[in-house]
């Protein structure tokens, strides 16, 4: 294994992956396998697992007890907060393997603690999934998402605060960015 340049990774974890950009820092208690892929800048807290066919973008933040399965994708500045629970088979049977989903979570998306998120959908870029959802289908950009199942309960800015749209259909958010709701999705005007 090749020297980390400009990664920590506390002396209580075990990083196997070469695969990690400068900035990054793994926490105590935290198993990254060899085939994981882990960009710049990433957060990996305490008692995580990633497994092999893992990719995380930059700027990724991974709080404490989650476990990243192969076939996850996770792109640049997404927030998974504690506990959240990540799957990747549909029907598992331990000694009848099916084949493993693939579930994308997008740029930006927040998931809050103690989420799950079922394999094989999309977090769409900057949702929002509410602490303890349950998410069993793609989630829109923008969404906010929350209950069991998780349903969609309104839009978020690209900054996290929920937007309110009016009768045109149309947001703006405190922070200045304007959006416009279209067929069950926003776009950012």
Not at 33 to 43: P, Q, R
Not at 78 to 90: D, W
């Amino acid at each position: 294994m090749r020297e980390l340049k400009d990664v920590f990774v506390h002396p209580q974890a075990l990083c196997e992956s070469s695969d990690i950009g400068p900035g990054t820092r793994i926490w105590a208690f935290a198993h990254v396998l060899k085939g994981a892929k882990i960009g710049s800048k990433v957060n990996v807290g305490d008692h995580c697992f990633i497994e092999n066919d893992v990719v995380i973008g930059d700027n990724v933040v991974i709080k404490n007890g989650v476990a990243v399965w192969d076939g996850v994708t996770i792109e640049d500045g997404a927030f998974l907060g504690p506990n959240v629970a990540l799957t990747n088979e549909l029907f598992p049977r331990s000694g009848f393997p099916k084949g493993l989903e693939k579930t994308l979570i997008k740029k930006g998306a927040t998931i809050g603690a103690n989420a799950t998120i079922v394999t094989g959908i999309t977090i769409g870029g900057y949702a929002m999934i509410g602490a303890g959802a349950v998410v069993t289908k793609d989630v829109p950009s923008h969404a906010l998402m929350y209950g069991n199942p998780a349903r969609r309960k309104g839009w978020v800015c690209v900054c996290g605060l929920k937007l309110l749209t009016g009768k045109a259909r149309r947001a703006v958010c405190s922070c200045g960015r304007a959006y416009i709701e279209q067929k069950q999705s926003l776009r950012l005007l």
